[in-house]
């Protein structure tokens, strides 16, 4: 599609992630996108950051990029502080000194789990883990940094991805390796969400010019990651039995988060997650002809 000339720039940083290949195809059209990744550059290195923000002069910078995985992050904490709060400062930097709105990507890890209800924009977070608690740190230095941005802290998310290190296409894969049980944790709960209702959702709170600041962003509704595969399994028709577990069934180096289902008290949630699963699988189902076809 040509490009318009009233269109806004966008640097989209971690353009082939889950986020950010939902929020290329959301903005897609509207919006004038630059596409970048780890083949681009490294988000460790600033002074390259620096460089290719200046270099090419957006209006809106949207960040996707972070060091993800509860385990890998008590693994390795310098590079989980490094990518998840000194970088999102250098953005927030960046972003006051050049004008750029800053769009960035938070977690519902940020809470613990003592509220037993849905975590709103107003609750104070309080990290159990070093995810957690790098991701509040960008949180916290972008809100007192930059002059113009928004934070969307999400939760787990579904969605189309080139790669399978997260936790449905973990499993996805499993079955498609001919794993006939899985066993998943019916004791974390969160608010599972679609990455491509997300980015859209989010398109909308920037068309709308809505005020600065976090926002929680989620499919309405709560579930666990048993309930999730299950509905996954009834909407693929997965040939696999899935088994309540507990998550200590799982060995982990970390505290996990087992109860952080998040709403907007400013903004309207987006369709139940389940819909949002059922269009998922819908689409699941096409690529998968496409590349068997
Ligand atoms: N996924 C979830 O369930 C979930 C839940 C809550 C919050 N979040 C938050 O949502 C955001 C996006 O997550 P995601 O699931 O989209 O992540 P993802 O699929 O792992 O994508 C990460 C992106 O960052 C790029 N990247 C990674 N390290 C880089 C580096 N050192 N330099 C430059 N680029 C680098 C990757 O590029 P390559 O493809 O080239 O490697 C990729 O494009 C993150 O802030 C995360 O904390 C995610």
Redesign the pocket.
């Known amino acids: 599609m040509p490009l318009q000339d009233n269109m806004k720039r966008v640097l989209i940083l971690?353009?082939?992630?889950?986020?950010?290949s939902a929020v290329r195809t959301a903005f897609e059209g509207d919006y004038e996108l630059i596409c970048k990744?780890?083949?681009d550059?490294?988000?460790?290195n600033f002074e390259e950051v620096g460089n290719l923000v200046k270099d090419n002069r957006p209006e809106i910078v949207i960040n996707?990029?972070?060091f993800?995985g509860i385990d890998r992050c008590e693994k390795e904490p310098e590079k989980a502080l490094l990518?998840n709060a000194l970088y999102p400062r250098l953005l927030a930097e960046l972003s006051r000194e050049t004008g750029f709105l800053l769009v960035h990507?938070s977690?519902?890890a940020v809470f613990d789990d003592e509220k037993r209800d849905y975590y709103v924009e107003s609750d104070i977070p309080a990290p159990v883990n070093i995810y957690g608690f790098t991701?509040y740190g960008g949180d916290c230095f972008i809100s007192a940094i930059a002059g113009t941005y928004y934070i969307f802290r999400?939760?787990?998310?579904f969605g189309e991805?080139g790669?399978d290190s997260?936790f449905v296409e973990k499993m996805l894969r499993r079955v498609r390796e001919g794993c006939r049980v899985l066993r998943i944790s019916d004791d974390i709960v969160s608010s599972p969400s679609y990455s491509l209702d997300i980015a859209m959702g989010i398109k909308r709170v920037l068309d709308a010019s809505a005020p600065y600041g976090v926002y929680h962003m989620a499919n309405e509704g709560k579930a666990s990651l048993y309930d999730l595969m299950a509905e996954m399994k009834k909407c693929l028709e997965l040939d696999v039995e899935i088994q309540r577990a507990s998550h200590r069934e799982f060995p982990s180096g970390a505290r996990k988060n087992t109860y952080t289902p998040i709403r907007s008290e400013k903004i309207s949630p987006l369709r139940p997650w389940r819909d949002a699963v059922k269009d998922f699988c819908l689409g699941l189902e096409k690529i998968m002809k496409r590349k068997t076809a």
């Open positions: 971690g353009s082939s992630g889950k986020m950010g990744n780890s083949l550059f490294d988000a460790c996707t990029v972070a993800l990518l990507f977690t519902d991701k999400i939760s787990v998310l991805t790669r997260q």
